[in-house]
């Protein structure tokens, strides 16, 4: 598969409906403004060297003065959208863990079966025994198969680690897909997952991980964000704090996880704090809801989670009415979310979350950037950004890319200017 921007011209015509253009980024999407997407209907668009350069109506279209070199694609009846950008994955994993999943059919819960040295504790078991070349092969599939998918840019969490060896690995790996230059990823520390054998429970684990892993985890640059899964039986708000606090000294933003099966103050703690976002939100009280309204935390929903636990679906319909730039990301993961289908996470959105189609677009495109500060690069299709994006099968608006929930929906996907399919 092809790395790096591609050299060369490329000009897309005739497109039924075109996503994300204009003159240049959009830095994030809030509230009503999410329904204002840009769309163009029966456009063109320019790449040079894999960036866009040009776009727009075919009404005022300029014609090919220089055929030199030039591919040239018809994209009649088609819609152009920028490629997703994937704000949430645990990509970086040893394997799955179907074996849980038939657990679950037969009546035991995600909890029970984490008290039972089950899901992230099992997924850390199998990982430090992985060596770092082959978590990298495993990893580096997963991460081509998302992008056959029309994923364009990523985040990946350590957490399967949870001593500073693996710790370190995970994110060695995950910093070696991403200087395969085939798309942006960024990484994210989260120690604090789970608290494993000998540690007697979250304050002294934490104070570990703050003290000897972070230290060594920034040092190496192998860490964009830090995270850490802020719930009942996992860390609570003092170790959110003290790791937080610390990370912000040696620069990392926050993404946490949190109120994924319960509501404790934890949100307002992240947005009181600066946090980039706060991912999960299956519980969400009113009070969250008005702290996230009155700072610049994002949201993040994660329905595959939803889907595949069975929990509830984050309100995100409340959250966009209350003014918030809501992001959409999978959750990739061996427990809680084993998909990385970003379109069916998009049309979940809409189906279980309240939101028009525009705005489940914007969600996994737009604010999924914003949400890994890489709104410059990706998320639409601006002059300058990367030429990132799906061409899909022939769909009559942009709102039946939507409504086709589940079903393939790019006919090819082009990658920093590389056709990939
Ligand atoms: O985002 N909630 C915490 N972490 C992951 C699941 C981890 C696992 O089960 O392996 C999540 O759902
Ligand atoms: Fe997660």
């Not at 040079?48 to 070199?69: A, K, L, T, Y």
């Not at 364009?152 to 070696?176: C, F, P, Q, T, W």
């Given at each position: 598969?092809?790395?790096?921007?591609?050299?060369?011209?490329?000009?897309?015509?005739?497109?039924?409906?075109?996503?994300?253009?204009?003159?240049?980024?959009?830095?994030?999407?809030?509230?009503?403004?999410?329904?204002?997407?840009?769309?163009?209907?029966?456009?063109?668009?320019?790449?040079?060297?894999?960036?866009?350069?040009?776009?727009?109506?075919?009404?005022?279209?300029?014609?090919?003065?220089?055929?030199?070199?030039?591919?040239?694609?018809?994209?009649?009846?088609?819609?152009?959208?920028?490629?997703?950008?994937?704000?949430?994955?645990?990509?970086?994993?040893?394997?799955?863990?179907?074996?849980?999943?038939?657990?679950?059919?037969?009546?035991?819960?995600?909890?029970?079966?984490?008290?039972?040295?089950?899901?992230?504790?099992?997924?850390?078991?199998?990982?430090?025994?992985?060596?770092?070349?082959?978590?990298?092969?495993?990893?580096?599939?997963?991460?081509?198969?998302?992008?056959?998918?029309?994923?364009?840019?990523?985040?990946?969490?350590?957490?399967?680690?949870?001593?500073?060896?693996?710790?370190?690995?995970?994110?060695?790996?995950?910093?070696?897909?991403?200087?395969?230059?085939?798309?942006?990823?960024?990484?994210?520390?989260?120690?604090?997952?789970?608290?494993?054998?000998?540690?007697?429970?979250?304050?002294?684990?934490?104070?570990?991980?703050?003290?000897?892993?972070?230290?060594?985890?920034?040092?190496?640059?192998?860490?964009?964000?830090?995270?850490?899964?802020?719930?009942?039986?996992?860390?609570?708000?003092?170790?959110?704090?003290?790791?937080?606090?610390?990370?912000?000294?040696?620069?990392?933003?926050?993404?946490?996880?949190?109120?994924?099966?319960?509501?404790?103050?934890?949100?307002?703690?992240?947005?009181?704090?600066?946090?980039?976002?706060?991912?999960?939100?299956?519980?969400?009280?009113?009070?969250?809801?008005?702290?996230?309204?009155?700072?610049?935390?994002?949201?993040?929903?994660?329905?595959?989670?939803?889907?595949?636990?069975?929990?509830p679906f984050t309100p995100c319909r409340t959250l966009v009415d209350a003014g918030c730039a809501v992001a959409i990301a999978t959750d990739f993961n061996p427990g809680s979310a084993p998909s990385g289908n970003m379109h069916l996470a998009a049309s979940l959105g809409c189906l279980k979350m309240g939101l028009e189609p525009l705005e489940a677009i914007a969600a996994a495109t737009v604010n999924g950037a914003a949400a890994l500060n890489l709104q410059n690069e990706v998320g639409g299709l601006a002059v300058g950004q990367e030429?990132?994006?799906?061409?899909?099968?022939?769909?009559?608006?942009?709102?039946?890319?939507?409504?086709?929930?589940?079903?393939?929906?790019?006919?090819?996907?082009?990658?920093?200017?590389?056709?990939?399919?």
């Amino acid at each position: 598969m092809e790395s790096g921007f591609a050299q060369g011209r490329l000009l897309i015509k005739d497109i039924g409906h075109l996503v994300g253009f204009g003159p240049a980024p959009i830095q994030r999407l809030e509230g009503s403004e999410m329904r204002s997407l840009p769309v163009i209907e029966d456009a063109w668009l320019a790449i040079e060297d894999g960036r866009v350069i040009d776009g727009g109506s075919m009404v005022d279209f300029p014609g090919i003065v220089d055929w030199n070199q030039l591919e040239v694609l018809d994209a009649t009846g088609r819609v152009v959208l920028p490629s997703w950008v994937d704000s949430h994955t645990h990509l970086v994993h040893a394997s799955s863990r179907e074996g849980e999943f038939v657990d679950r059919i037969r009546g035991l819960s995600y909890q029970e079966i984490a008290a039972r040295g089950g899901g992230i504790l099992n997924s850390a078991k199998v990982l430090r025994e992985m060596s770092e070349d082959d978590l990298f092969d495993v990893s580096l599939a997963r991460m081509e198969r998302l992008m056959t998918m029309g994923t364009g840019a990523i985040e990946i969490k350590s957490g399967y680690g949870l001593d500073l060896d693996s710790e370190l690995k995970m994110l060695r790996v995950a910093r070696r897909l991403g200087a395969l230059d085939k798309i942006p990823v960024k990484t994210t520390f989260l120690g604090c997952h789970a608290v494993p054998d000998p540690w007697d429970g979250p304050a002294s684990y934490t104070r570990y991980m703050v003290e000897e892993v972070l230290p060594a985890v920034t040092e190496e640059g192998l860490a964009d964000h830090v995270d850490i899964f802020c719930e009942d039986g996992y860390f609570g708000l003092e170790e959110t704090r003290l790791l937080l606090t610390q990370a912000k000294l040696r620069g990392l933003p926050a993404k946490v996880h949190v109120n994924q099966f319960t509501a404790g103050g934890g949100v307002g703690l992240c947005v009181e704090m600066g946090a980039l976002s706060v991912d999960h939100l299956e519980i969400l009280e009113a009070e969250d809801v008005a702290e996230l309204s009155s700072g610049q935390t994002i949201p993040v929903a994660l329905p595959l989670c939803s889907l595949f636990l069975d929990l509830p679906f984050t309100p995100c319909r409340t959250l966009v009415d209350a003014g918030c730039a809501v992001a959409i990301a999978t959750d990739f993961n061996p427990g809680s979310a084993p998909s990385g289908n970003m379109h069916l996470a998009a049309s979940l959105g809409c189906l279980k979350m309240g939101l028009e189609p525009l705005e489940a677009i914007a969600a996994a495109t737009v604010n999924g950037a914003a949400a890994l500060n890489l709104q410059n690069e990706v998320g639409g299709l601006a002059v300058g950004q990367e030429a990132s994006l799906m061409v899909t099968r022939p769909l009559r608006s942009v709102e039946e890319a939507m409504y086709a929930f589940g079903d393939p929906l790019a006919e090819r996907v082009l990658l920093r200017g590389n056709w990939i399919v």
